[in-house]
């Protein structure tokens, strides 16, 4: 018979709360990202990459407001310097472009815009950064963007079919203008627009349109949250990603909770509930799951960034973008200013991180919980040198035991709950930390003494 210990209203066994923990302690330990300028004829060694299919992150730091709880590099559009980014963003990719012709068969199999707000480009903006892409790598696999809804049109979704561009992941958050206001998003107010805008797009461009909604909101309520879910099946998009709000201490919303300003977010106990029946009703509705927070119809591809950038090798550009080549993981410095002299000098300012096979390992198997489904042949063949193999295996041997995952390797609900609650602990441990301790500036970052 298990222990528990009361984790809000849900009962979380000390099992569970122990493995949750011991994994992500196990990666922040490892985590120490030293900050370094560069020289490119250094770079050679730095984005060597051991596999023939990669990705590639363009970080868009641009936002027209910025969000209380976002956690990532973003500063307040303004036109002089997204042109000042735009030139070294080019140039920064010739840079690396160039370095990747001399290495045989690299194809990339994804493209992705982040932010920030990547939407807020102009489709010209958007057609000279492809173009350098297109100019220096070999892009074999679909690109995507992230879009707020008020910066898309039809005619500017079309502009971007005919760029390439074949995903649309728009934020929308939530249907509902009270959470809107508390999450200060400029759409508070134009719930009812976004929503006439959504039809219209999907009804003239065939495009992939993937719809972010938040759930565990200060005050929401479970039939608000549904009701957003549904809303989003009635307008017929490919894709619905819906994910908890991650309070992180550093930022506004999670001040202004804690002083008592704005309502508290749902118990955990209220969260679950508002993820299993999310999951209900999509499945329901004919969509398949393709993460733990993300849910597809039809025979579409996935927008999925976090699972590529978890186990996978890629490049990212601009300022506050990671990257991960071979055993370095490194992220640029996020600072437009610091970025744009660095490259000027003709170098790199980065963050940079030396990992080892057992934490690529340990990513493999966070993936895969992530994915929902262990693939153990996969794990076993491609990290069979680790140490960390048999740890991973036990682990496997344990979830199945106690039924977090059934005779087929795939998650069941009870595993689904556990998966949630470490993904959200890694996220809000590992790469918002690094983010966060990063943009203070500092010159080493070791997640073991935070």
């Not at 730095?46 to 209380?68: L, T």
């Not at 200060?184 to 039809?199: D, T, V, W």
């Not at 039809?298 to 601009?318: A, R």
Request: proline share 3%; hydrophobic share 40%.
């Amino acid at each position: 018979m298990h222990l528990y210990i009361k984790l809000g209203a849900h009962m979380m066994t000390v099992l569970e709360r122990i493995m949750v923990n011991k994994i992500v302690s196990l990666v922040k330990k490892k985590v120490k990202f030293i900050l370094k300028d560069i020289n490119l004829d250094e770079i050679t060694d730095m984005y060597r990459v051991n596999s023939k299919a990669i990705g590639v992150y363009i970080h868009v730091p641009f936002c027209k407001s910025i969000c209380p709880f976002c956690p990532y590099y973003k500063v307040i559009y303004n036109k002089t310097v997204v042109e000042d980014w735009l030139k070294y963003l080019i140039n920064e990719i010739s840079i690396i472009g160039r370095l990747f012709s001399e290495f045989d068969n690299v194809n990339v199999e994804w493209v992705y815009f982040g932010g920030g707000t990547p939407s807020i480009l102009s489709p010209q903006e958007f057609r000279t950064i492809i173009e350098a892409l297109n100019a220096y790598f070999n892009i074999k696999g679909s690109i995507g963007i992230e879009a707020n809804p008020l910066d898309l049109s039809a005619d500017k979704v079309s502009r971007l079919l005919d760029l390439g561009v074949s995903k649309i992941s728009v934020g929308v958050q939530s249907f509902k203008d009270k959470y809107l206001s508390i999450l200060r998003r400029p759409e508070a107010g134009k719930s009812n627009r976004i929503l006439k805008l959504l039809q219209s797009i999907i009804s003239e461009v065939n495009i992939h349109i993937n719809i972010d909604l938040l759930f565990s909101i200060p005050s929401q309520e479970v039939i608000d949250f549904i009701n957003d879910v549904r809303t989003a099946i009635h307008i017929g998009v490919n894709q619905v990603t819906i994910y908890p709000l991650i309070l992180v201490e550093y930022l506004r919303l999670y001040k202004e909770i804690v002083g008592g300003y704005l309502p508290q977010q749902p118990s955990l106990s209220v969260e679950l509930e508002m993820l299993k029946k999310g999951k209900e009703l999509l499945e329901d509705q004919g969509y398949s799951m393709s993460t733990i927070w993300s849910w597809t119809r039809g025979d579409t591809d996935t927008y999925e960034t976090v699972s590529n950038e978890m186990e996978g090798e890629y490049l990212g550009f601009g300022p506050g973008a990671f990257s991960l080549t071979g055993l370095n993981e490194h992220m640029n410095i996020p600072s437009i200013k610091r970025w744009c002299n660095s490259l000027m000098k003709k170098k790199i300012l980065k963050y940079i991180n030396r990992l080892s096979k057992d934490m690529l390992l340990w990513r493999a198997f966070a993936n895969n919980l992530y994915i929902g489904k262990i693939n153990l042949n996969y794990l076993v063949t491609k990290y069979r040198e680790s140490k960390e193999i048999d740890k991973v295996l036990m682990i496997v041997k344990i979830l199945k035991i106690l039924k977090y995952i059934d005779n087929h390797d795939v998650l069941t609900w009870k595993g689904h709950k556990l998966t949630h609650i470490f993904i959200k602990n890694f996220v809000k441990e590992v790469p918002t930390k690094v983010t966060l301790q990063a943009m203070m500036q500092r010159n080493e970052i070791n997640l073991a003494k935070l």
